[in-house]
């Protein structure tokens, strides 16, 4: 069984400084890895994804992602943050051949100018 | 990119009445859908994997006579909440698998907000 773990509920961060979601996960062979930012009351958002290749992953409105295999993680940054940043960030893991997808239970992001 | 949409957004119903959701993928043909099912301030849970042509394949511990799933095309899954109950009430998300053309992405619908009250 494949599993995700986002160990903070909460992250508070000031606008302009460096900001990190961790992710941890669990899977049976290669992980598909993503994360998606959810803004209240909207649907999901993707950010960005690790396949394969590159372990840092660029993704939307500056984002990027970390694959650590060793340490099992997929920690979500960005060097600087916006106030716009805050929203509910998602990381989740995909089983490649049925397709379905598991979910952390998520993190909220708080930029304070 | 492809869009998936979801209708309605939002809706309101009595206890006791069914509700009908749909979810299309609008530019790619999509044989697999999912419905997941998000509390507020939580995760979103996997209900059901919609396959186009057969039987919905069910989570544990999820109701499959009360949750309708069909997938009647290419383009279209419906979940119908039967006997709606107010603890029904959440955040319905569906996401469409696009397996076109040696691709093998999802793309997730803006989500229905349901309330039975």
């Known amino acids: 069984a494949q599993s995700v773990a986002q160990p903070e509920d909460q992250v508070n961060v000031a606008e302009g400084n460096p900001l990190t979601v961790k992710c941890t996960y669990s899977v049976s062979g290669n992980p598909y890895l993503f994360w998606y930012v959810q803004y209240p009351n909207r649907g999901l958002q993707f950010l960005l994804k690790?396949?394969?290749?590159?372990?840092l992953v660029k993704g939307s409105y500056g984002f990027e992602a970390e694959f650590n295999k060793s340490q099992t993680s997929f920690h979500l940054k960005k060097p600087s943050a916006l106030v716009s940043d805050s929203a509910l960030y998602f990381c989740a893991v995909r089983d490649t051949n049925a397709g379905k997808s598991t979910f952390g239970d998520g993190t909220t992001l708080t930029v304070k100018p | 990119g492809a869009v998936v949409s979801q209708h309605p957004s939002r809706v309101i119903c009595k206890s006791g009445t069914s509700v009908k959701i749909e979810c299309r993928s609008l530019?790619?043909?999509?044989?697999?859908m999912f419905w997941y099912r998000q509390f507020p301030k939580q995760s979103l849970m996997l209900m059901a994997t919609s396959n186009e042509g057969s039987k919905a394949t069910y989570e544990q511990g999820v109701e499959k006579d009360k949750f309708l799933i069909n997938h009647a095309s290419l383009t279209l899954s419906t979940l119908t909440v039967t006997s709606a109950h107010p603890e029904d009430s959440s955040f319905y998300i569906c996401s469409a698998r696009d397996q076109g053309a040696g691709k093998d992405e999802q793309f997730f619908g803006p989500g229905t907000r349901l309330t039975v009250l």
């Open positions: 690790y396949i394969t290749g590159d372990n």
């Open positions: 530019d790619f043909q999509a044989t697999t």
